[in-house]
């Protein structure tokens, strides 16, 4: 029971937030209720018994990847957005799809048996991260450089995209 | 306990208002964050599942979906600059110079 309030408690601030977060005019605020979102996405992971996921989640999520978005929305001109429109001219139509396709998707949920629904947990507590570490340098151990090597393109290519053009 | 398909609903959820995100605002930061809030999305999904079925390969996965999320914004945030720097706008529907 107290579970499933503690469930609905993150649901509601979740959805709340990400609708706040597409519809408010300055994208600070937008980042700001992202955050928020991404606290309570880790609060979800915790309670799905996945600490270390939650952990990346705030460090990672939170702390890098926000925080690079809050720093090039503050080095570039925001303040033009006060003044015009936010939404392009289809977003009755895209929100009326937005509805339909959110309508059909739980419809088909709430219709549909899932193997697991007994609720149990999960057979090592804390997680189990050296499970998970030996799984991710043993079974997963060529997506896991696959990864490192798009970490690195990232790096590059953001360092080239992003510096002055260099006179002769 | 919760029933799996609450996790599945609320991540269903999510992901359509990050397409709505992505398909009605014009600041190219907003749809960015969009995005992720769709890449999210998924996460919940994996680890619901990971969760559920007592498995580890959900959670394997999010950690590459976070790395994978982490690339792609310091790329796009590239991009944004650079757009930013040569077209003098962050509007997405202002960027038609391929327009025919």
Redesign the interface.
């Known amino acids: 029971m107290i579970?499933?309030i503690i469930?609905l408690y993150f649901?509601t601030v979740?959805?709340v937030s990400?609708?706040l977060?597409?519809t408010r005019r300055n994208?600070i605020h937008?980042?700001l209720f992202?955050l928020l979102?991404?606290f309570h996405?880790a609060g979800?992971?915790v309670?799905?018994?996945?600490e270390?996921?939650a952990a990346?989640?705030l460090i990672?999520?939170a702390g890098?990847?926000l925080i690079?978005?809050l720093f090039?929305?503050m080095?570039?001109?925001?303040d033009q957005?006060r003044q015009?429109?936010?939404?392009?001219r289809?977003?009755p139509w895209?929100?009326a799809?937005?509805?339909l396709?959110?309508g059909e998707?739980?419809l088909l949920?709430?219709r549909?048996t899932?193997?697991?629904?007994?609720?149990?947990?999960?057979?090592t507590p804390g997680?189990?991260v050296m499970?998970?570490g030996q799984?991710?340098y043993t079974q997963?151990l060529v997506?896991f450089e696959i990864?490192s090597v798009?970490?690195l393109?990232?790096?590059i290519?953001?360092?080239m995209?992003?510096k002055k053009a260099v006179k002769e | 306990m919760i029933p799996l398909s609450w996790y599945i609903m609320l991540s269903a959820a999510l992901f359509t208002i990050g397409v709505v995100g992505v398909l009605s605002r014009r600041n190219i930061f907003i749809i960015l964050m969009s995005i992720e809030l769709m890449l999210n999305a998924a996460n919940i999904n994996l680890v619901a599942f990971s969760h559920y079925l007592q498995s580890l390969t959900g959670q394997i996965f999010t950690i590459f979906v976070i790395t994978v999320a982490a690339a792609e914004a310091a790329v796009a945030l590239a991009i944004i600059i650079l757009l930013s720097r040569n077209r003098g706008s962050v509007y997405a529907d202002e960027f038609n110079i391929l327009k025919g």
């Open positions: 579970h499933q469930f649901a979740i959805l990400a609708l977060m597409i994208p937008s980042v992202m979102l991404f996405i979800l992971f309670l799905l018994n996945a270390f996921l990346v989640q990672v999520y890098a990847i690079l978005y090039v929305v080095l570039l001109n925001v957005e015009s429109v936010r939404a392009n289809f977003w895209v929100a799809f937005g509805v396709i959110a998707i739980l949920i709430s549909s899932f193997p697991g629904d007994a609720g149990k947990t999960m057979a997680a189990g499970e998970l799984a991710l997963y997506p990864a798009i970490l393109v990232g790096l290519g953001a360092v995209l992003a």
